[in-house]
Protein backbone atom coordinates (compact mmCIF):
# COMPACT_ATOMS: atom_id res chain seq x y z
CA UNK A 1 0.00 0.00 0.00
CA UNK A 2 0.54 3.75 -0.36
CA UNK A 3 -0.16 5.76 2.61
CA UNK A 4 0.63 9.16 3.65
CA UNK A 5 0.64 10.34 7.62
CA UNK A 6 -0.44 14.09 8.38
CA UNK A 7 1.87 15.40 5.06
CA UNK A 8 2.46 18.77 5.04
CA UNK A 9 4.55 20.70 1.88
CA UNK A 10 4.81 23.85 0.59
CA UNK A 11 5.93 25.71 -2.72
CA UNK A 12 7.84 28.27 -1.39
CA UNK A 13 5.72 30.28 0.55
CA UNK A 14 2.34 28.63 -0.41
CA UNK A 15 1.66 25.45 1.60
CA UNK A 16 -0.21 23.14 -1.16
CA UNK A 17 -0.22 19.84 1.34
CA UNK A 18 -1.66 21.06 4.63
CA UNK A 19 -2.09 17.68 6.64
CA UNK A 20 -2.67 14.87 3.95
CA UNK A 21 -3.51 11.62 5.19
CA UNK A 22 -3.70 9.25 1.96
CA UNK A 23 -4.31 5.75 1.54
CA UNK A 24 -3.96 3.43 -2.01
CA UNK A 25 -4.23 -0.43 -1.21
CA UNK A 26 -2.45 -2.76 -3.01
CA UNK A 27 -4.22 -4.25 -5.73
CA UNK A 28 -6.68 -1.54 -5.93
CA UNK A 29 -7.12 1.53 -8.41
CA UNK A 30 -7.34 4.53 -6.15
CA UNK A 31 -7.75 7.98 -8.27
CA UNK A 32 -7.08 11.70 -6.53
CA UNK A 33 -9.83 13.92 -7.82
CA UNK A 34 -9.36 17.52 -7.22
CA UNK A 35 -9.57 20.91 -9.30
CA UNK A 36 -6.48 22.62 -11.22
CA UNK A 37 -4.18 23.56 -8.65
CA UNK A 38 -5.13 21.39 -6.13
CA UNK A 39 -2.01 19.65 -5.45
CA UNK A 40 -2.81 16.16 -7.29
CA UNK A 41 0.86 16.25 -8.87
CA UNK A 42 2.61 17.59 -6.28
CA UNK A 43 0.93 14.76 -3.94
CA UNK A 44 2.11 11.84 -6.43
CA UNK A 45 5.24 13.24 -6.49
CA UNK A 46 5.69 12.65 -3.04
CA UNK A 47 4.93 8.97 -3.18
CA UNK A 48 8.41 8.28 -5.86
CA UNK A 49 10.22 10.58 -3.47
CA UNK A 50 10.59 13.58 -6.04
CA UNK A 51 9.50 15.61 -3.48
CA UNK A 52 10.27 15.10 -0.08
CA UNK A 53 7.33 16.38 3.01
CA UNK A 54 8.40 19.74 5.49
CA UNK A 55 7.29 17.41 7.61
CA UNK A 56 4.88 13.60 7.71
CA UNK A 57 5.50 10.29 6.18
CA UNK A 58 5.14 9.23 3.23
CA UNK A 59 4.55 4.76 3.76
CA UNK A 60 6.12 2.36 0.40
CA UNK A 61 4.29 -0.93 1.57
CA UNK A 62 4.54 -0.53 5.10
CA UNK A 63 8.09 0.75 4.60
CA UNK A 64 8.51 4.70 5.63
CA UNK A 65 10.54 6.85 1.86
CA UNK A 66 13.93 7.29 3.13
CA UNK A 67 15.47 10.09 0.90
CA UNK A 68 19.29 9.45 0.41
CA UNK A 69 19.96 7.86 -3.26
CA UNK A 70 20.46 4.39 -2.56
CA UNK A 71 16.68 4.40 -0.59
CA UNK A 72 15.07 7.19 -3.32
CA UNK A 73 16.61 4.45 -6.59
CA UNK A 74 14.76 1.81 -5.07
CA UNK A 75 12.34 3.33 -4.41
CA UNK A 76 11.80 5.12 -8.71
CA UNK A 77 12.07 1.06 -9.48
CA UNK A 78 8.98 -0.27 -7.13
CA UNK A 79 7.30 2.96 -8.09
CA UNK A 80 6.98 4.13 -11.57
CA UNK A 81 5.86 7.78 -12.50
CA UNK A 82 4.28 8.48 -16.23
CA UNK A 83 4.10 12.51 -16.31
CA UNK A 84 1.04 14.26 -17.66
CA UNK A 85 3.71 15.57 -20.33
CA UNK A 86 5.38 12.45 -22.03
CA UNK A 87 7.65 15.25 -23.50
CA UNK A 88 8.78 15.35 -19.51
CA UNK A 89 9.44 11.92 -19.72
CA UNK A 90 11.28 10.63 -22.53
CA UNK A 91 14.96 11.21 -22.45
CA UNK A 92 16.23 8.80 -25.37
CA UNK A 93 16.55 9.79 -29.60
CA UNK A 94 14.58 6.37 -30.32
CA UNK A 95 11.84 4.84 -28.96
CA UNK A 96 13.94 1.54 -28.62
CA UNK A 97 16.57 3.37 -26.21
CA UNK A 98 14.14 5.43 -24.56
CA UNK A 99 12.06 2.25 -23.49
CA UNK A 100 15.43 0.28 -22.82
CA UNK A 101 16.52 4.09 -20.77
CA UNK A 102 15.27 2.76 -17.00
CA UNK A 103 16.45 -0.32 -17.20
CA UNK A 104 19.72 0.12 -18.56
CA UNK A 105 20.58 2.57 -16.03
CA UNK A 106 19.56 0.77 -13.16
CA UNK A 107 22.15 -2.20 -14.98
CA UNK A 108 19.28 -4.59 -16.21
CA UNK A 109 20.71 -6.11 -19.47
CA UNK A 110 17.02 -7.59 -20.45
CA UNK A 111 16.09 -7.36 -24.28
CA UNK A 112 13.31 -9.75 -23.90
CA UNK A 113 11.28 -7.91 -21.37
CA UNK A 114 12.12 -4.42 -23.44
CA UNK A 115 10.88 -6.34 -26.94
CA UNK A 116 8.16 -7.61 -24.89
CA UNK A 117 6.98 -4.28 -23.49
CA UNK A 118 7.31 -2.32 -26.76
CA UNK A 119 5.22 -5.15 -28.63
CA UNK A 120 2.37 -4.75 -25.41
CA UNK A 121 2.26 -0.64 -26.69
CA UNK A 122 2.27 -1.83 -30.09
CA UNK A 123 5.51 0.35 -30.38
CA UNK A 124 7.16 -3.11 -31.93
CA UNK A 125 6.76 -1.60 -36.15
CA UNK A 126 8.19 1.82 -34.50
CA UNK A 127 11.80 0.67 -32.42
CA UNK A 128 14.01 3.20 -34.85
CA UNK A 129 11.52 6.11 -34.93
CA UNK A 130 12.98 9.14 -33.76
CA UNK A 131 11.14 10.26 -30.20
CA UNK A 132 10.16 13.82 -31.54
CA UNK A 133 8.09 12.75 -34.58
CA UNK A 134 5.77 10.89 -33.12
CA UNK A 135 2.35 12.04 -31.81
CA UNK A 136 1.02 12.92 -28.56
CA UNK A 137 -0.28 9.35 -28.49
CA UNK A 138 2.41 7.75 -29.60
CA UNK A 139 4.06 9.90 -26.92
CA UNK A 140 2.03 8.78 -24.44
CA UNK A 141 2.63 5.07 -24.80
CA UNK A 142 6.31 5.58 -25.20
CA UNK A 143 5.99 6.66 -21.62
CA UNK A 144 4.11 4.65 -20.48
CA UNK A 145 6.09 1.29 -22.22
CA UNK A 146 9.09 3.19 -20.37
CA UNK A 147 7.66 2.54 -16.87
CA UNK A 148 6.90 -0.96 -17.13
CA UNK A 149 9.96 -2.08 -18.50
CA UNK A 150 11.04 -1.46 -14.79
CA UNK A 151 8.78 -3.48 -13.85
CA UNK A 152 7.25 -1.62 -10.83
CA UNK A 153 4.93 -2.71 -8.07
CA UNK A 154 3.11 0.61 -8.66
CA UNK A 155 2.68 2.98 -11.48
CA UNK A 156 1.43 6.72 -10.47
CA UNK A 157 -0.50 8.15 -13.48
CA UNK A 158 -0.93 12.02 -13.70
CA UNK A 159 -3.58 13.02 -15.35
CA UNK A 160 -3.57 10.06 -17.53
CA UNK A 161 -6.06 11.19 -20.27
CA UNK A 162 -4.82 14.83 -20.89
CA UNK A 163 -4.85 15.65 -24.54
CA UNK A 164 -5.97 12.43 -25.38
CA UNK A 165 -9.27 11.19 -28.12
CA UNK A 166 -11.64 9.02 -27.38
CA UNK A 167 -9.52 6.21 -28.50
CA UNK A 168 -6.99 7.64 -26.48
CA UNK A 169 -9.09 7.38 -23.47
CA UNK A 170 -9.82 3.86 -23.87
CA UNK A 171 -6.59 3.03 -24.54
CA UNK A 172 -5.56 4.10 -21.27
CA UNK A 173 -8.59 2.78 -19.25
CA UNK A 174 -7.45 -0.81 -20.46
CA UNK A 175 -4.12 -0.09 -19.57
CA UNK A 176 -5.38 0.34 -16.43
CA UNK A 177 -7.03 -2.68 -16.77
CA UNK A 178 -3.78 -4.48 -17.50
CA UNK A 179 -1.64 -2.88 -14.26
CA UNK A 180 -4.03 -4.79 -12.01
CA UNK A 181 -4.11 -7.93 -13.69
CA UNK A 182 -0.64 -8.02 -13.60
CA UNK A 183 -0.51 -7.23 -9.94
CA UNK A 184 0.27 -3.67 -10.40
CA UNK A 185 -1.41 -0.94 -8.22
CA UNK A 186 -2.10 1.97 -9.63
CA UNK A 187 -2.38 5.54 -8.42
CA UNK A 188 -4.04 8.01 -10.34
CA UNK A 189 -4.48 11.70 -10.68
CA UNK A 190 -7.12 13.34 -12.49
CA UNK A 191 -9.74 16.00 -12.93
CA UNK A 192 -11.17 13.57 -15.79
CA UNK A 193 -14.48 12.50 -13.31
CA UNK A 194 -15.79 10.14 -16.52
CA UNK A 195 -12.60 8.40 -16.49
CA UNK A 196 -11.66 8.56 -12.85
CA UNK A 197 -15.08 6.84 -12.21
CA UNK A 198 -14.65 4.35 -14.91
CA UNK A 199 -11.43 2.89 -13.58
CA UNK A 200 -12.05 3.65 -9.75
CA UNK A 201 -12.10 1.26 -6.83
CA UNK A 202 -11.80 3.85 -4.16
CA UNK A 203 -11.98 7.73 -5.01
CA UNK A 204 -10.34 10.37 -3.06
CA UNK A 205 -10.91 14.25 -3.57
CA UNK A 206 -7.70 16.58 -2.63
CA UNK A 207 -9.41 20.05 -1.97
CA UNK A 208 -7.79 23.02 0.25
CA UNK A 209 -4.56 20.44 1.05
CA UNK A 210 -6.48 17.78 2.43
CA UNK A 211 -7.97 14.31 1.51
CA UNK A 212 -11.69 15.81 1.93
CA UNK A 213 -13.21 12.75 0.46
CA UNK A 214 -12.79 9.18 0.35
CA UNK A 215 -15.48 6.79 -1.12
CA UNK A 216 -16.16 4.05 -3.85
CA UNK A 217 -17.40 6.89 -5.94
CA UNK A 218 -18.36 10.45 -6.41
CA UNK A 219 -22.20 11.70 -6.75
CA UNK A 220 -22.84 13.98 -9.22
CA UNK A 221 -23.54 16.60 -6.44
CA UNK A 222 -20.06 16.01 -4.56
CA UNK A 223 -18.55 16.35 -8.00
CA UNK A 224 -19.89 19.55 -8.71
CA UNK A 225 -19.37 21.13 -4.87
CA UNK A 226 -15.86 20.04 -5.88
CA UNK A 227 -15.64 22.04 -9.45
CA UNK A 228 -15.37 18.33 -11.43
CA UNK A 229 -16.74 18.01 -14.91
CA UNK A 230 -17.03 14.95 -16.71
CA UNK A 231 -14.58 15.73 -19.77
CA UNK A 232 -14.51 12.53 -21.26
CA UNK A 233 -18.04 12.03 -21.93
CA UNK A 234 -18.16 15.89 -22.87
CA UNK A 235 -15.77 14.81 -25.77
CA UNK A 236 -17.66 11.60 -26.80
CA UNK A 237 -21.96 13.64 -27.08
CA UNK A 238 -21.78 15.14 -30.41
CA UNK A 239 -23.03 18.68 -30.31
CA UNK A 240 -26.76 17.16 -31.49
CA UNK A 241 -26.89 15.90 -28.34
N1 LIG B 1 7.66 23.79 -8.91
C1 LIG B 1 6.74 24.60 -8.38
N2 LIG B 1 7.09 25.78 -7.84
C2 LIG B 1 6.18 26.61 -7.29
N3 LIG B 1 4.86 26.33 -7.21
C3 LIG B 1 4.45 25.18 -7.75
C4 LIG B 1 5.36 24.25 -8.36
N4 LIG B 1 4.65 23.17 -8.80
C5 LIG B 1 3.37 23.42 -8.47
N5 LIG B 1 3.25 24.62 -7.85
C6 LIG B 1 2.00 25.21 -7.32
O1 LIG B 1 1.45 24.28 -6.40
C7 LIG B 1 0.04 24.20 -6.53
C8 LIG B 1 -0.36 22.76 -6.81
O2 LIG B 1 0.12 22.39 -8.09
P1 LIG B 1 -0.10 20.91 -8.68
O3 LIG B 1 0.52 20.89 -10.04
O4 LIG B 1 0.36 19.93 -7.68
O5 LIG B 1 -1.69 20.85 -8.76
P2 LIG B 1 -2.63 19.88 -9.62
O6 LIG B 1 -3.80 19.56 -8.76
O7 LIG B 1 -1.85 18.73 -10.14
O8 LIG B 1 -3.06 20.84 -10.82
P3 LIG B 1 -3.53 20.51 -12.33
O9 LIG B 1 -4.82 19.77 -12.23
O10 LIG B 1 -3.68 21.90 -12.91
O11 LIG B 1 -2.41 19.72 -12.98
C9 LIG B 1 -0.33 25.17 -7.64
O12 LIG B 1 -0.72 26.38 -7.04
C10 LIG B 1 0.96 25.36 -8.42
O13 LIG B 1 1.04 26.64 -8.99
Redesign the pocket.
Known amino acids: MIETDDLHFR??D?P?LDGVNFEAQTGEVTVIF??????????LRHFNGLFEPDSGTVFVGDEPVEYDDDSLADLRMRVGLVF?NPDDQIVAPTVEQDVEFGPRNAGIDDPDRIERVLSEFDLDERTDRLCNTLSGGEKKRVSLAGVLAMEPEYVLL??PTAGLDGDGCRTIVRFVESLTDAGITPVI?T?DVGFGLTVADTVTV?EDGVIDYRGETLSQALAERYGLRNYVFETWASPAE
Open positions: HGDVGRNGAGKSTLQDEAHL
